[in-house]
């Protein structure tokens, strides 16, 4: 029995806290590591004491937004920004860390992560957003992308057009 790599560790616990999302069109997870201690969680979903879209609906969904395109469209956080607003709300600093996340961060979560002080993401599954690629790869923040079992099932479950 061998064990596995660090990142595929870390990796397989963002998928755990996936499965927490409320998101109706996609479960992500997001955690924030540093020293090989967990730092921070995040999944996505609306905010807190807000009501979920599994039970109101999805706004994006019912106005046809294709995935990567308007953000702002959304009652939802995504996954690294919750990771992001736990670590600020407890006081745990987040520069140097690596960030694991089950899907390739939006161009929002691209710009939290440079100026957060992310050093190095690893990711295990596309999103249509250009920018985000440009922006961190701009920023110098190396972004390692690492096959998952069972990440082709997270993305095979959301409609390729929506996200």
């Not at 106005?63 to 959304?74: A, D, F, N, T, Y």
Request: net charge neutral; hydrophobic share 45%.
């Amino acid at each position: 029995m061998s064990r596995p790599s660090w990142d595929g560790y870390f990796l397989k616990i963002a998928f755990d806290v996936a499965e927490r999302a409320t998101c109706l069109r996609r479960k992500v997870g997001a955690i924030l590591v540093k020293d090989r201690r967990i730092l921070a969680t995040g999944y996505n979903g609306a905010p807190s004491g807000l009501r979920h879209c599994e039970d109101l609906g999805c706004i994006r969904e019912q106005q046809k937004v294709p995935s990567g395109q308007r953000h702002e469209l959304c009652r939802g956080l995504h996954a690294e920004m919750n990771a992001f607003l736990q670590a600020a709300v407890h006081g745990v600093s987040t520069q140097g860390a690596i960030l694991y996340t089950t899907i390739y961060p939006c161009s929002l979560c691209a710009k939290m992560i440079i100026n957060a002080g992310v050093a190095r993401v690893v990711e295990a599954g596309d999103y249509p957003d250009p920018l985000a690629r440009e922006l961190l790869a701009e920023a110098s923040i190396e972004v390692l992308h690492v096959a998952f079992p069972g990440a082709a099932a997270v993305d095979a479950a959301a409609e390729p057009s929506l996200g």
